[in-house]
Structure formats: C-alpha cells, structure tokens
C-alpha cells in the first residue's frame, strides 16, 4: 500500500503506492493524510528529503511528480505518460534531484528550489533500463544498468547523460538494483541477478570479487555502515549478507538462510537501515527482522566457520552416540543393525531445513515472527529511521499494520500497529451446471 517514506517537520510521511492517501507517522501514532489520489497502482516508487525541507515523490504509475511542503501535498510539473517510469533518484550537489529511466525514456530532473520539473539526456528505449543510482565523490551520478546494456553517468553541472563502461548485459537479464558509494569514493552495487559485484571508479568499471553461482534477485538493497564503514547488502534470494569493505574486497558474513521453506526463504529482506550502530532488514516475505551488528560488535559472536566446526563436532559426536545405541540394541535383541536401521528410515519424518537461531558474524533473526499467514508475503517494502532516537518506522505494504521499532524496549522493542487485515474468505468451488447434450 506505502512503498517509500521520508521524514519532514518531526513526521515520517509514506508515499502511496496502491494506497489512496498518504500516511503520516508521528510520536502520537499514525493518520491517513492529504488529498485523495485514486486507485492507481505503484504511484509513486521512492522519495526523497529536498535540501529545502520538502519531500519529493519520484512517479512509478503516477503521471505527477508529489511534493509534500509547508503542511501541503500537491502535485507538480506537468503530466507525464507511462508505467514505472522511475525507480531510483539522488540528490545532486547541485540541489536537485536526478532519476534514471527506467521503463521511461528520458533522466528525470527535479530542481527543488525553482520547483521545476524536467527530463534531460537522450531518449532511451527498452524496459526495465535502470533501477539504482548514487552519487559518487567526483560528482557524477552512476546508475547500474538493470536491463540496459552499460552504466549511466549523469553530471548534473552540464546535464550530460551517456553511458559509460563494457556492455554487462548476459542471459539472466536484471543485473543490479542497488548502488552504494563506498568510502573511497567509488560507487559499488551488489548483484541482483548479475555474478559479481560491480565497481565503478570512473573511468574504469569493473567487476570485483569472487565469481557467485547464478541466481535471481540475490540482494537488492545495501547500505554503507557509519561504524566500520563497510557496505552491507541484505539478501533477498541469496542465503547470507554480503559485506564489501573499505578496500573493495567482497565477502559473506553471517548464517545462511536458504530459499527453503516458501515462500519466507524467497525475496526474504528487501529495505533496511542504521539504528544505534546496527542495520535491521525489514521482513518483506521473511517471518522476522534481521539485525546486523557492525565494527567491533559483530567481533563478539562466533565466525560462520566456528559455528559451521561446531556444527559438525556435534553431529559427528550425535552419529556415533546412535550408531553405539543402535549396536546395544541389536545385541540385545538378537537382531541384525541392518534392521533398525531400515526401520528407522521408514518411520524418520521428511527433513525440513529451518533456518539458524544462533548469531555468527553479529548477524542473527530478531524479534517476533511477524504478520499473519495470510498476510506472510510483501509485508513492507520500505523503512526509515526515527520519528524518534533509537527508533524505526516501516510502513505496511501487503502486512496492513505499521511496524514501529524501538531497538532499546526490550521485549517490546518491535510492535505492529494498527488493526490487522481479517483473513481472507474460503475459495468456494461452485460446480458448473451439466450441459446438454
């Protein structure tokens, strides 16, 4: 229903997406608010804080770009035609703000101060082009290619578009969705359903670190620590968090969880952000947040080797525990090993992979399973620090409650807000009437 947010005048405002109204969460509880705007689908994809105060509304479906200012929500520039126009924008040193096409053709332009709205750069055909954007050190804007063929470069003194860098297109289509820029200043983006990481150090672009297994949607968002510095994807499809640190080189951290049991193993953790030195990934079809401790805190939690070691000393000690029992037991009962053990597989119970309790790396699942089973898929899609210190703010996307985070509340430290959706209706099946012969 809300599927980005961003805080203004000490109230963290949700954008709709499938939702009518806007939602607007303060330290008193949440309201729906502003104008009407329809039953549109995907109307508006992110939003950001412009440098004088207003938040902007990027357009998916939406013909608009939003403004939201001065206690006001209204719509400005002129109308635009087409469907997922934008997915991605930055703000620019420049004071505006820059969006790569997506299924559109042109760069969005929005200069937050003129209040004007504009499209820049060369007209781009295809869908699905660019869906990721940061700004490096240098100034440019680097855009990943999603389904387009090479990295955009935007430099917004001279409002020049052009690509940039090899062609990184291959077979699986869908390459990157996320951008972060590191602190030497280049821009990385974990892969989305591309192989490696992808660096882009004008002039160069290039791939680094090890070569990954193909898979669909493995991480699609990430975000630089403010502790260690380092760049932390959440996954998505992929089983573990991906970790790039200050130097470029790549790694997994943490405990995996695997794509089983659907569908919570799939498109697991979409959004996340830092609270007091952690990052929390935002459940979108996961049961649970999952945290990740940074510097020197993630130190204080085994490795994944060390839990991987422990593992198997357990297992090998449980195996031989069994097969000496099994042994008593055929001895005593003048039966051969042979026969408990086939006995034994035909009244073992199918193995099911749940996914790990334990912390390892300073990564672990955190607070209650949550929404309902009907309500277990696409539950929130966007996240956002504050209203207050120490606190965080999902809004519902498919879930229909406000997930409110206080990470210093103890056992009440994540709370659903709101009334939940009722569960849907039993699909009747209505036999159809004989026909005639």
């Known amino acids: 229903m809300w599927s980005c947010c961003a805080e203004a005048d000490g109230f963290i405002y949700c954008l709709p997406s499938h939702a009518q109204q806007i939602l607007r969460v303060g330290p008193g509880g949440s309201e729906l608010w502003g104008p009407d705007f329809g039953a549109e689908t995907w109307k508006w994809t992110t939003c950001l804080l412009g440098p004088e105060g207003a938040i902007w509304g990027i357009p998916g479906n939406a013909p608009r770009v939003l403004c939201i200012s001065g206690g006001r929500a209204e719509l400005v520039g002129p109308p635009m035609d087409g469907t997922h126009k934008w ?7 420049d004071g505006c703000i ?3 096409p997506c299924d559109c053709g042109q760069v969005l332009r929005i200069d937050c101060g003129r209040r004007h709205v504009s499209l820049i750069g060369p007209i781009m055909g295809g869908a699905g082009k660019y869906a990721a954007c940061a700004l490096a050190a240098n100034g440019y804007i680097y855009c990943p290619p999603n389904h387009a063929a090479s990295v955009l470069r935007i430099s917004p003194n001279t409002k020049q ?3 940039i860098g090899p062609d990184l297109r291959f077979g699986g289509g869908g390459g990157y969705v ?3 820029r590191g602190t030497d200043g280049h821009v990385y983006c974990p892969p989305f359903s591309a192989t490696r990481v992808l660096r882009i150090c004008d002039p160069e672009v290039d791939l680094v670190g090890p070569e990954m297994n193909w898979m669909a949607h493995q991480w699609r968002c990430a975000l630089r620590s403010e502790v260690d510095g380092c760049i932390y994807a959440v996954p998505c499809n992929a089983s573990r968090v991906l970790k790039i640190d200050p130097s470029g080189a790549v790694s997994m951290v943490g405990p995996e969880f695997p794509c089983a049991p659907a569908p919570e193993g799939i498109e697991k953790w979409r959004s996340c952000c830092e609270v007091d030195g952690c990052i929390y990934a935002i459940p979108s079809h996961a049961k649970q947040i999952l945290r990740i401790k940074t510097g020197a805190a993630a130190l204080e939690s085994p490795s994944f080797e060390q839990l991987e070691a422990q593992k ?4 090998e000690h449980e195996e031989t525990r069994l097969r000496a029992e099994a042994a008593a037991r055929a001895q005593d009962a003048g039966s051969s090993q042979e026969e408990d053990d086939d006995d034994e597989e035909e009244n073992s119970d199918e193995d099911v992979e749940d996914w790990p309790e334990e912390e390892c790396d300073g990564v672990s ?6 929404g309902q089973r009907w309500t277990r898929k696409n539950k929130f899609r966007s ?16 879930c229909g409650q406000l997930l409110a985070v206080n990470v210093g509340a103890g056992d009440e430290a994540v709370q659903l807000l709101g009334d939940a959706p009722p569960k849907p209706p039993k699909k009747v099946f209505i036999p159809l009437p004989e026909e005639d012969e």
């Open 98 to 100: 820059y969006a790569p």
């Open 161 to 163: 578009v052009e690509m």
């Open 365 to 370: 699942l955190w607070g209650p399973t949550l």
């Open 312 to 315: 198997l000393a357990l297992s």
């Open 178 to 180: 996320a951008a972060v």
């Open 87 to 93: 997915h991605a924008a930055v703000l620019a040193a």
């Open 383 to 398: 996240a956002l620090a504050g209203p207050s210190p120490g606190m965080l703010v999902a809004p519902p996307y498919h």
